[in-house]
């Protein structure tokens, strides 16, 4: 397959690779976008959608998600593509730029490259279970697959025996739902919600909705953990629960729904040969240039003397690094500066 062909590839949709694409705009330098999570916006809106940050200057105060919905409205005129739910795994240097390739097999040629990865790459956890591996989507022995983070749209739960393993509101929110669906019509399912504790990271209505799902039996809850799984050839029957007495239990299990929530992973980034001091990568603060020519990094992968990671801090690295981009494209400095409130040029790069 060929190669996607970019000016510059940023790596990680967290709020600086986000406005990153915005300062290279301005700069009228094409980025691509990749990350490994399926929605964009970092940790704002894997980590904390409802908090309000209060530092970001001229916004007394703004959510997670909103400061990412916004975002996401001021960089639309440049119709940067995403390429969402992969994983950049390589970065091989070219004569003229640069080879990357994601875990699910996307190739692009890029001149120059910018890693806003963030504290990592966030993906789904998992249940520590080797044996359910090859049940998982994406794992190259993969058979018919039954274990997922979320429930796919087209995967018929109504009849089957559905377990949901995790306590957080998206865990309790898919079982409370899934316990409906599966419960519908003649056909009898089983919903099983599991934890190893008792206590679920949930209040208020969904907590209330919950309890009414378990006393009316439409979910079970189990406390338990899931320590061993029953297979029929290439399929996945039965899961061993053990409570806390170490008690063991099988129940039938066609669907496995793993909720354990996001965490972020350095991953691939450390094999890319780029100088790093503790998990970061080293870079020019005048600049953002990475000790490789032609990569940067900004936002919290990267470490200077003095730095900070926060949100304003990395919007400034990204401001620099579109400067340092530009220069190092077109050969030549052109360190123009230009006003967004008083340049045309830059009002009909916005449609403003
Ligand atoms: C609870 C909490 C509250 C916070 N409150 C504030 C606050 O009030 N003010 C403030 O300034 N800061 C705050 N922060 C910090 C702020 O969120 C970070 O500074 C900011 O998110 C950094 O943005 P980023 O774009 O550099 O990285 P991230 O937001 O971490 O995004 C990086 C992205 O890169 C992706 N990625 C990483 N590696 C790869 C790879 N190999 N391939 C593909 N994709 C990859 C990740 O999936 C991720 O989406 C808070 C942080 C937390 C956790």
Redesign the pocket.
């Known amino acids: 397959m060929n190669p996607i062909q970019t000016d510059v590839l940023i ?7 986000l406005f990153q694409v915005f300062q290279l705009g301005l700069q009228e330098i094409s980025a691509q976008v ?4 399926t929605e964009i916006g ?3 809106s894997a ?2 959608p409802d ?1 309000f ?3 970001i200057p001229g916004v007394p105060r703004i959510t997670g998600q909103q400061l990412v919905d916004q975002l996401q409205t001021q960089i639309s005129p440049f119709k940067a593509p995403f390429h969402l739910g992969q ?2 795994q390589s970065i091989l240097t070219k004569e003229d730029g640069f080879a990357v390739t994601t875990d699910t097999g996307t190739h692009f040629k890029a001149r120059s490259i910018i890693i ?7 993906v789904h956890r998992e249940l520590p279970l080797p044996a359910l591996k090859p049940f998982r989507v994406n794992t190259p022995q993969s058979f018919s697959p039954q274990v997922f983070t979320h429930l796919p749209e087209d995967v018929q739960i109504k009849g089957k025996a559905l377990t949901v393993y995790g306590a957080n509101e998206s865990a309790v929110t898919l079982a409370i739902k899934a316990s409906k669906q599966a419960h519908s019509g003649t056909d009898s399912g089983s919903t099983v919600l599991v934890y190893r504790r008792e206590k679920l990271e949930i209040e208020g209505q969904l907590l209330k909705d919950f309890e009414d799902a378990v006393s009316s039996g439409l979910l079970q809850f189990r406390i338990a953990q899931i320590t061993s799984i029953q297979t029929n050839q290439s399929l996945l029957t039965h899961l061993i629960l053990t409570d806390t007495k170490g008690n063991e239990d099988t129940i039938p299990c066609d669907i496995l729904i793993e909720s354990l929530g996001l965490s ?1 992973k350095l ?3 450390v094999d890319w040969g780029i100088e790093m001091e503790r998990k970061a990568l080293k870079v020019n603060p005048e600049t953002f240039a990475t000790s490789t020519a032609g990569i940067y990094a900004v ?3 990267n470490t200077y003397p003095g730095k900070r ?4 801090s ?1 919007f400034h690295e990204a401001t620099l690094a579109a400067y340092a981009i530009a220069a190092r494209l077109r050969e030549k400095e052109i360190n123009l500066l230009e006003y967004t409130s008083a340049s045309t040029r830059i009002h009909k790069l916005l449609g403003v």
């Not at 990749?34 to 999570?37: P, Q, R, T, Y």
């Not at 806003?116 to 966030?122: D, E, L, R």
């Not at 990671?309 to 304003?312: E, F, G």
């Open positions: 790596i990680g949709a967290g709020p600086v690779g990749v990350d490994a999570h970092g940790q704002c980590l904390y908090k940050i209060y530092d994983c950049v806003a990865a963030g504290v990592g790459a966030f972020p991953g691939p980034l936002g919290d992968i990671k926060l949100i304003l990395g």
